[in-house]
């Protein structure tokens, strides 16, 4: 058997694996609450229980399994892990190969809505607008790609194995969009594949001040807005990063073996990072697509290798060090609540040729607004064809 087999891969979770989940949810020992407190403290404690009740009655794995198998499926071994990905091809001769990065929380079922419409756009409504033939992998270490053999696996590696994974498949030239840590991975392949990526659009892209005086004297009140939204997340909401980035295995433990509290550790990015016009998390994602990511992570049992993401990027030394400006072409769409992208610092570090602010949608938008992210990335790769 060749070390660079492409297998076809099929989701048949056992039912038993179900059926434990499910008793699991049905005994857990609940917290209280303390009266008159909201989402300021985690999430409440009435709301997870409500959620969790319809986890374990209403939400209905098998569907989301045949919606994930109704797509080509398939893992290969690169760098001595395995790699799960989706490869959807649209059958216009002209389309162009596109890879698609989840970030955390998140997996391949983050862009279902999308494939189509991009895949097929003239189903969609969009006959002049360009095709894709997609390559949607779950990240290494995350979800049915896991669980991480070993350790190492920062963005470099993650590039690179990407980067290889492409070659595989034949494509030459290819387009990478990513958000959250794909905002990470996509201009890392940028860098390191350089002669093949086309282009890179990210969302969630993340920037940091130059300290050039010129720089900060022309930034706009978004700008400012941004600035300020990045520093109450650093003093106020970014402690999950932390205990991830130094004490994984730690975290990890109580994650595995409490789907509840794998259930709250992801709800309450749900709603933190959701567009803030939204009182509750399942008004700008549908409960069922938020449980699909919790639910797939609890049945790959991959809460080590996903929370060691992050210990790898913060003792990555390449990650500290200033890098050469990218020169692929590099698109940003700019959504509302958790995305912090200045274009005057994204500049210094990336070859802007496409930027877009949105007033919707937040920090998932392929699940808040799945049309609006497939409308700037129909938009930004039909300049570079």
């Known amino acids: 058997m060749s070390n660079k087999e492409i297998r076809p891969f099929r989701i048949d979770i056992p039912q038993a694996d179900l ?3 499910r008793q699991r949810l049905t005994r857990t020992r609940w917290i209280d609450e303390i009266p008159g ?4 403290r985690g999430v409440p404690t009435s709301y997870l229980r409500d959620l969790t009740a319809y986890w374990a009655e209403k939400f209905d794995w098998r569907a989301i399994e045949a919606r994930l198998n109704a797509h080509p499926q398939f893992t290969t071994a690169i760098d001595g892990q395995n790699l ?3 490869h959807i091809r649209s059958e216009r001769t002209d389309a162009t190969p596109l890879l698609l990065l989840h970030g955390w929380p998140g997996t391949p079922a983050d862009f279902l809505d999308m494939i189509g419409p991009l895949t097929d756009p003239a189903a969609h409504g969009a006959p002049e607008a360009p095709a894709f033939h997609l390559v949607i992998p779950t990240l290494p270490g995350h979800g049915f790609s896991g669980p991480l053999t070993e350790t190492g696996w920062n963005d470099g590696r993650i590039a690179a194995a990407l980067a290889e994974l492409m070659a595989r498949l034949g494509y ?3 387009g990478v969009q990513g958000g959250d840590h794909g905002a ?3 201009p890392k392949l940028g860098r390191v594949d350089t002669e093949h990526v086309l282009g890179v659009h990210a969302n969630a892209l993340v920037t940091f001040p130059t300290g050039d005086p010129a720089d900060m004297a022309a930034l706009t009140d978004a700008d400012k807005q941004r600035l300020g939204a990045m520093k109450q997340f650093q003093d106020d909401g970014a402690a999950y990063m932390n205990l991830a980035g130094s004490r994984p295995n730690t975290l990890a433990q109580l994650l595995a073996d409490s789907p509840v509290g794998q259930l709250g550790w992801i709800i309450e990015k749900y709603k933190e990072w959701t567009d803030a016009a939204h009182e509750l998390p399942e008004q700008a994602i549908d409960r069922d697509k938020m449980l699909t990511t919790v639910t797939i992570y609890w049945l790959t049992d991959t809460a080590r290798s996903v929370a060691n993401y992050y210990y790898e990027r913060f003792h990555d030394g390449a990650m500290f060090v200033p890098a050469q400006r990218g020169t ?7 959504f509302t609540t958790g995305d912090y992208a200045v274009r005057v610092f994204a500049e210094k570090a990336h070859n802007i040729v496409h930027w877009s602010e949105f007033y919707s949608g937040g920090h998932f938008p392929a699940l808040e607004v799945p049309d609006l992210l497939v409308g700037d990335i129909r938009e930004f790769f039909a300049t570079l064809r």
């Open 19 to 21: 059926d434990d989940l």
């Open 37 to 40: 407190t909201g989402w300021e």
């Open 84 to 86: 799960h990905f989706l």
């Open 172 to 174: 030459d030239r290819y």
């Open 184 to 186: 990470f991975i996509a």
């Open 328 to 334: 692929v072409p590099t698109g940003v769409a700019v």
